[in-house]
């Protein structure tokens, strides 16, 4: 029945899950029919089918409206949401894509990927169009480029050549644990990379700069939240500022004030279901292997979307970007409150309605018995997949939270929040990050995490320091002293 929603869908397995048999799915009928798909023809279940509520509808007039014809670059290209934009993106026809990625194996990955669907698209455009002169010229060209963001010459050099309309910056080192033992890498890739990208955007006047943020910025109990909530306060600060200088990044010298026309804003959403260090594609291997699924904790909470959710969300707020929330007009108030340096303003904050928030131990049970097994624990003995708790990780907590005042807005979309958070003025942030840059640079960890604190206030790392450079210099330099 493809025709049903998600949500009568999902009362269907529900049905069965009692069942502890593996439910797998038929093409539709119609498919049957063209020849498209035969009855041997059968799936697993969608990773979206452990999501309950119905998925976010895309508005496909906002999706077009900033890349159809346009030169559009996406950051972290070859990441899950990185390449899901490049695939949404793509669909819609832009004039030239071009993939930034550190990594060559995942540029090269997804650039022979997207050259197939170029090819598809090219092949039904030509066939649809025969005799059509139109149809010249509207194939899109990518461009794979190797590099990282926090090389600020190589990513002006492109900026320059290409002369983007739009950047989608999605380029970020986000697994938890493994940046709470890394955590000046993630400052130089998340915190500096972001602030790179935003300044040379407003210096060569890209249209818009759009951030991907996560809900582990808000109240951040770990350096990946921490460090994405700075590069939040990065864009918030440059989005009040219609004149930002700033200062030198590296060895160069500081610019000149510029004429900011470059539209900033950031897209902030949950976790993401099936995306690369989610705990989906963890608990189906275990799963696979026989178990046991292991669990940080039994309370644990998360919010999930989809991958195309997630995507599309960050191209809808790229067009409402600059754009007035319903009823309210744009602008910013400099109003200081109670004393405090940091000000009230409508740097522009996009927010998914996320649903629910979902147990992970019920998403756990859920893959178990959607696998055709049973929970192995004290009501069922005799069960095959057991569920054991580990312990949380360093840095990580039991809930996550999207907003961190209580003042959404609505948007065009109903979907789509917008918020209205607090931030520090240019003037004030810009020498607190150039120390934060000299940290990172020198490996201080301990000035890192003092400096996290300070532009971060709301965030509680953990008292033990995990970084794994820092553990082991002080371990060296205890057995010098044995």
């Not at 461009?143 to 926090?150: D, E, F």
């Not at 610019?255 to 026309?261: G, H, L, M, V």
């Not at 929970?375 to 039991?398: F, Q, Y």
């Not at 959404?408 to 931030?423: L, S």
């Amino acid at each position: 029945m493809p025709s049903i929603t998600r949500k009568q869908r999902s009362v269907i397995i529900e049905h069965l899950r009692p069942l502890n048999v593996r439910i797998r799915t038929l093409p539709g009928l119609i498919a049957m029919a063209l020849g498209k798909a035969d009855y041997a023809d059968l799936h697993d279940l969608d990773i979206n089918d452990l999501l309950s509520r119905e998925p976010a509808e895309p508005d496909e007039v906002l999706l077009q409206q900033q890349v159809t014809g346009k030169t559009v670059m996406v950051t972290g290209a070859g990441g899950s949401i990185g390449s899901e934009l490049c695939r949404q993106i793509l669909q819609r026809k832009p004039k030239v894509l071009l993939l930034f990625e550190l990594s060559e194996f995942s540029l090269y990955t997804l650039y022979n990927e997207l050259l197939d669907t170029n090819h598809h698209l090219a092949s039904s455009q030509a066939s649809s169009e025969k005799g059509n002169n139109s149809a010249v010229g509207l194939v899109p060209t990518i461009i794979p480029l190797l590099g990282s963001v926090a090389d600020e010459s190589r990513v002006s050099d492109i900026i320059l050549t290409w002369k983007p309309n739009i950047i989608y910056h999605a380029a970020a080192v986000k697994h938890v644990p493994i940046v709470e033992h890394n955590i000046a890498e993630c400052v130089k890739n998340n915190v500096l990379g972001t602030l790179v990208m935003a300044k040379v955007a407003i210096e060569r006047q890209v249209e818009r700069f759009i951030l991907i943020s996560t809900d582990k910025a808000v109240n951040p109990t770990n350096a990946m939240g921490a460090s994405k909530r700075c590069c939040e306060l990065v864009l918030q600060a440059l989005a009040a500022e219609q004149n930002p200088s700033f200062e030198p990044m590296w060895d160069g010298k500081p610019s000149a004030q510029i004429p900011r026309t470059t539209q900033l804003a950031m897209v902030r959403f949950g976790n993401v279901l099936g995306s690369s260090g989610s705990v989906v594609p963890y608990f189906r291997q275990q799963i696979a292997q026989g178990g046991p699924i292991t669990l940080t904790h039994q309370d644990i909470i998360r919010y999930f979307m989809t991958i195309p959710e997630a995507a599309q969300l960050v191209m809808q707020t790229g067009a409402m970007a600059g754009g007035p929330s319903k009823g309210i007009g744009p602008g910013i108030s400099t109003d200081r409150i109670g004393g405090d340096a940091r000000v009230s303003s409508e740097a522009e904050v996009y927010v998914l309605d996320m649903g629910e928030p979902v147990k992970i131990i019920d998403l756990a049970r859920r893959m178990v018995q959607l696998s055709g097994f049973r929970v192995k624990d004290e009501n069922s003995p005799k069960g095959d997949i057991a569920i054991e708790v580990v312990g949380l990780r360093p840095g990580e907590k039991l809930y996550e939270e999207l907003l961190i005042g209580n003042n959404p807005q609505t948007t065009q979309h109903p979907r789509i929040m917008k918020a209205n958070e607090k931030f520090l003025p240019w003037s004030e942030l810009q020498p607190m990050i150039t120390t934060l840059r000299i940290a990172a640079v020198n490996g201080d960890v301990l000035m890192i995490r003092s400096m996290l604190q300070q532009l971060v206030p709301e965030y509680q790392p953990d008292q033990n320091v995990v970084d794994w450079v820092y553990k082991e210099q002080i371990a060296q330099a205890d057995r010098l002293e044995f």
